[in-house]
């Protein structure tokens, strides 16, 4: 996959395809979007482009409300990557982009990549306000010479498969709910540094990972997967404040089952499989050391009921 950062960066012959998006966190919706457009490629011989911008369009035009994403930007590129897209072209998202008409957009950013077709999603707009919907995009496609498809929603039942909806499953912890929808276990990453030593006191040894700018599910304990050093390992992970030793920042430490490993300086990958409960304050440490250990016999049931992957 080639990544470009401004259209004009695109010098080949071939005509694209080219489908545009956040794709935050790249779960089944924008799959079976950058299918679709794969698909036309193929059948057309045209280079498929997917269009998409850093940071997130949120962070730009309402600075004002914290935006999470839900997946990093290397994370992103990684996971469209992996689909065999020929080209991300990443844009900056500036105010003067977002203040730019549906035709100016065309004509600056679309028409450059000697484009084609269009494939949109079933709520895209592009524009100032988001006033170019597909209708209007397909009678400017008539004038310069391309074709504009709208794909349906991907449902999963009666609802709609969308970032929106997968923030709200992992803001309440259902992250075995949104691996459902992403196609994968929903993951955070970062470095590890040095915590309070609390865990190893209790004998847990814990990983305190450095807080991360991606979206973190609900404060409470999880069975996961820990990717360090290329080897997965089963591990609990609380989020949290550690109520029982009055603490108040928010951390996210990761206990690795059956291996003692040093972490400290390295990065950990963390893949969420179940939330086993709420965190909690607890009489002293003893009945936390309690309740720590029958949370991983509960983790271990759900390792043994599930299959097990980071990733």
Not at 15 to 33: A, K, M, P, Y
Not at 66 to 84: D, G, I, V
Not at 194 to 213: D, M, Q, V, W, Y
Not at 288 to 295: G, H, K, N, Y
Request: with cysteine; charged share 20%.
């Amino acid at each position: 996959m080639q990544i470009l950062h401004a259209p004009q960066e695109y010098v080949s012959s071939r005509f694209s395809v080219v489908t545009i998006g956040n794709f935050d966190g790249v779960h089944l919706g924008h799959r079976s979007l950058i299918e679709r457009t794969l698909a036309t490629g193929r059948a057309r011989r045209l280079t498929s482009i997917v269009v998409t911008f850093w940071p997130h369009p949120r962070c730009v035009v309402s600075p004002s409300k914290p935006h999470s994403p839900l997946s990093t930007r290397e994370k992103r590129s990684e996971l469209l990557s992996a689909l065999n897209i020929d080209v991300l072209l990443e844009l900056p998202f500036t105010p003067s982009l977002a203040a730019l008409s549906p035709l100016d957009f065309v004509q600056e950013y679309l028409l450059p990549l000697r484009m084609k077709h269009l494939v949109t999603g079933y709520d895209f707009c592009l524009g100032k306000g988001r006033s170019g919907h597909t209708a209007e995009l397909a009678e400017i496609g008539r004038t310069y010479g391309f074709s504009v498809e709208q794909m349906p929603a991907l449902l999963d039942g009666d609802l709609i498969v969308s970032s929106t909806r997968l923030r709200k499953l992992i803001a309440e912890g259902n992250v075995s709910e949104a691996a459902l929808l992403l196609g994968r276990p929903y993951g955070l990453e970062g470095p590890v540094v040095h915590g309070f030593g609390r865990g190893k006191g209790l004998g847990f040894p814990t990983a305190n990972i450095a807080p991360t700018e991606t979206l973190l599910p609900a404060e409470g304990v999880y069975a996961a997967g820990a990717m360090l050093g290329g080897k997965c390992y089963p591990c609990l992970v609380n989020i949290g404040r550690n109520p029982t030793f009055d603490g108040n920042d928010l951390s996210v430490e990761a206990y690795l089952l059956d291996v003692n490993v040093d972490c400290y300086g390295s990065r950990l990958a963390i893949f969420f499989i179940d939330r086993l409960r709420e965190e909690r304050r607890f009489a002293d440490a003893e009945a936390l050391s309690r309740q720590i250990t029958a949370d991983i016999e509960r983790a271990r049931v759900l390792f043994a009921q599930k299959d097990f992957a980071c990733g």
